[in-house]
């Protein structure tokens, strides 16, 4: 192909078109096709995961069973300011909303939502829907007042009122251990009802106790992989690899087999006589459970990105650093430590990640003291149904995530990340 | 690392401590996995050693948990939804992965990192966040206990791993092959199959293997999702260990170790023909 040139000094493609227009149109013919490509995938990510996490978190802040369900309350209490019980209006609204509450079964979620906001309102909701189909007309507000002393106290309608909007912060409060007190305002929970902050301040010091761990036990073993020849790091490499390509409820079984009172460990100690036939050590169902089996899982993505690193160090540097006359403690500490940062990084953050979101193995070894965030939230999706609570929890638990993630892409990129 | 001819008596003897802190970390990792295989043959229904064992009396061992595996009909389901659902995941994961990585590592591919970033999401949230949000909205639109909502949460979870081993495998593309062999007169999908593909399987291969794992291992999706018909290995194994502890667990479990041996080779294999292709031969 030729370059031609216009008389007015423009290059021209063969086609006779202008060389950079024709360029343009290649570059964007082939950033179409990229994009094409990689649409189907990001389509269905969109579908299957990014909206469905969202529309969890939403559930963190969506607040529509007030609003919704009590309409005619919503609108009465409006203008209410709080001070004083309010009046008739709103007594005729609240009756209207429970009789047709009462009626479509709809008034029990009522109830439960603002159950979570202060314990006996269920009751005092789905009773007093009950009982409105028997009063008979107005004036109201004696009347409901007679039907429970609760309506009468300033607090239940403060409330309803704060529960009118169809956004509320009230489960990231229950999240981080605070509430709503008597007169509205935001405080701290009692010092016996303060369970999230602990959660989330264990599950972080468990995950860097193991993070810990695991940058000791992985750093001699990947530099013994590392240096050693190829043949037989090749097959020491089986020992890193068999654990991290097995199941991990096979390894959690593994080591329940191992841990529990009749187990292998506590037979060994008996044998031994360390400890006495019936004292057996208890190593399962606590924490000692769940951070041996959750370093024995984690240990591998430890190893891998430190023998990765390690492995592009020349020995030289070091043997340099003796012939130069630096003790061996010095040259490695000054000298070959150093160089290894990059790999105890992204080591420590891929481990870190991954034991503040775990579950499975917690859920099974951890006992009562052995768990962490992510049981409560299983436990508030299963058990409790307090679905807006698990939502707030779980963005918390993201937002987390998210933050060492970027600090992981900081350190290794994502372009980077090796697998196996 | 050999020992120097020069070294003294404090260089050796922290030489060997060395070596006997490292064989310790690694009797760590390996015999928990180890431990369950002769414990799988028991023949008393516990999770321990008995005397017989521990004396090789061969009427302690058994086969009655490998029996009690095949002939149970939850067992044997479960097997089956494993292979349906992790087979079905890693077909989708890898056709929508490799797609969406060779255009990724197209140079002219608009906001690249941020698109990366988001792909690979599935892998980086916690998976008990990812199943609660998966519950609700698969609950929502009629995809809770069906084959289908499983699959397809299998595949959201896969696919990053595809991504990412065929986005390794194309940093080393030379792009003037798909040059030449357009300029030999090759359409697209003939440069595909004939050109890209070939050099890319290998990427591919170990991508799909990881679909396949994390698919056939995954629990918390499926114990947020599956209803009782879909229960997969892992869930049976779950229930196991909190409801009913039998030793069928240690047998499931030999059989599973035994798979990722498989898989383990595999892999070792597609590495060293990779190696082989590039010139490197191991020393």
Known sequence: ?420 | MALPSYAGPLETSWYYAFRLICACIFIFLITPILVIIPLSFNVEPYFTFTQGMLTFDPDAYSMRWYEDFISNTQWTHSVKNSFIIAIASTILATILGTLAALGLSNANMPYRSLTMGLLISPMIVPLIISAAGMYFFYSNIGLDQTFLGIILAHTTLGTPFVVITVTATLVGFDHSLTRASANLGAGPTTTFFKVIMPLILPGVISGALFAFITSFDEVVVVLFLAGFDQRTIPRQMWSGIREQISPTILAVATILVMISIALLATLELLRRRGERLRGISPG
């Not at chain 1, 086609?15 to 649409?39: E, I, W």
């Not at chain 1, 912060?169 to 009802?193: C, F, S, T, W």
Request: charged letters at 15%; one cysteine or more; aromatic letters at 10%.
């Open chain 1, 1 to 420: 192909m030729t370059d031609q040139t216009a008389g007015n000094g423009v290059v021209l493609a063969a086609d006779g078109t202008p060389l950079k227009a024709s360029l343009n149109r290649a570059l964007r013919k082939n950033r179409m096709r990229a994009l094409l490509l990689v649409a189907p995938l990001m389509l269905f990510v969109l579908f299957s995961f990014l909206i469905p996490i969202f529309d969890m978190t939403f559930r963190s802040v969506d607040n529509w069973h007030v609003g919704t369900l009590m309409p005619k309350t919503t609108v009465a209490l409006a203008d209410w300011d709080g001070k004083d019980l309010p009046e008739e209006p709103v007594f005729a609204a609240l009756v209207a909303d429970l009789r047709a509450g009462a009626k479509s079964r709809q008034i029990g979620k009522v109830g439960t939502r603002l159950n979570y906001e202060k314990s006996g309102m269920r009751g005092l909701i789905t009773g007093s829907a009950r009982k409105s189909k028997k009063l008979k007309d107005g004036p109201y507000k004696a009347k409901v007042l007679k039907l429970h002393k609760k309506w009468g106290q300033l607090e239940t309608w403060t409330v309803i009122k704060r529960n009118t909007t169809p956004y509320t912060i009230g489960y990231y409060l229950n999240a981080v251990d605070m509430k709503y007190d008597k007169n509205g305002e935001i405080v701290m929970q009692p010092e016996n009802r303060r369970i999230y902050g602990k959660l989330f301040m264990r599950t972080f010091a468990i995950s860097l106790a193991i993070t810990i761990i695991c940058v000791i036990l992985a750093y001699p073993i990947a530099f013994l992989l590392a240096t050693l020849p190829l043949r037989y790091s090749n097959l020491l490499m089986i020992f890193v690899l068999l654990p991290f390509w097995t199941s991990l409820l096979v390894r959690t079984t593994a080591w329940i087999a191992m841990l529990q009172s009749q187990g292998v460990l506590n037979d060994l100690f008996v044998f031994f006589g360390m400890v006495d036939d019936d004292n057996r050590l208890q190593l399962i169902h606590n924490l000692t459970g769940t951070i041996i089996a959750m370093t024995h899982i984690l240990l591998p993505f430890m190893v891998l990105p430190l023998y990765s690193v390690m492995k592009t160090i020349p020995p030289t540097y070091m043997r340099a650093a003796l012939s130069l006359g630096a003790n061996p403690v010095v040259a490695f500490v000054r000298v070959y430590m150093p160089q290894t940062l990059s790999g105890i990084g992204a080591g420590s953050v891929l481990v870190f990640i991954l034991s503040i979101g775990y579950y499975i193995t917690p859920a099974l070894v951890g006992g009562t003291d052995g768990t962490l965030i992510s049981n409560q939230i299983a436990y508030h999706m299963q058990s409790s149904l307090n679905w807006g609570l698990a939502g707030a929890l779980g963005a918390l638990l993201l937002a987390s995530v998210l933050a060492l993630y970027l600090l992981y892409n900081r350190i290794v990129g994502i372009d980077n990340m090796r697998l196996g």
